[in-house]
């Protein structure tokens, strides 16, 4: 794990925001972490960022809550959150990875139409980090392996949201750059 550090402060305040339901902060966060980790392309940061983007997306969609199961399925994945943490103070990074693993299989866990609801948002989730890595420049087809999403979803998605559209060869104008050069040196 590359980004030891930046994602055991992006946990601690994770925690934090979880005690106020800032889903808001929480989808903050885990843009940071997509940030940081489009850099490194490290798949355990990545993970990060779809587990507490997936959260932050249950927190912010209050009918859940209603479900049967919900509150051994809330309290176990926050208990995940507090056994990463744990795990990256003490340097064990498998036992991290095996704690990110669990949020995974906890899903599988469940039953009915929770099982279903929370299944989609993991999926939405990994699809809209997919996106957000391919924004900072990482190939398509590089992106959809590391995040396990079909080319097809990344490719549809980034088409909704624009992403594909921006013309990074765009830049300024020369009489703007020859003005700009000329008040530089005046």
């Known amino acids: 794990m590359e980004e030891k550090e930046h994602v055991l402060n992006v946990l601690r305040k994770v925690k934090l925001a979880l005690k106020s339901e800032d889903y808001i902060e929480i989808k903050n966060l885990s843009n940071q972490v997509v940030h940081s980790s489009s850099i ?42 507090d ?41 939405k989730a990994e699809i809209n980090k997919a996106s957000r890595i391919y924004e900072h420049g990482i190939s398509m087809e590089k992106t959809a392996r590391i995040l396990g999403v ?18 990074l060869s765009v830049t300024m104008p020369i009489k703007q750059r020859i003005k700009n050069s000329e008040e530089m040196f005046r």
């Open 83 to 123: 056994d990463s943490i744990t795990a990256l103070e003490k340097g064990d990074i498998e036992l991290f990875r095996e704690q990110m693993q669990l949020v995974r299989e906890l899903i599988q866990n469940l039953t009915g139409n929770l099982k279903d609801y929370i299944s989609q948002v993991f999926r």
């Open 150 to 167: 079909s080319l097809w979803e990344l490719a549809e998605y980034a088409g909704s949201t624009g992403i594909a559209d921006v013309n």
């Open 40 to 81: 490194n392309q490290d798949p355990d940061s990545i993970s990060v960022a779809v587990v507490i983007y997936s959260l932050s997306k249950l927190i912010e969609r209050e009918k859940y809550k209603s479900y049967k199961n919900w509150r051994v399925f809330y309290k176990r994945y926050l208990e995940c959150i």
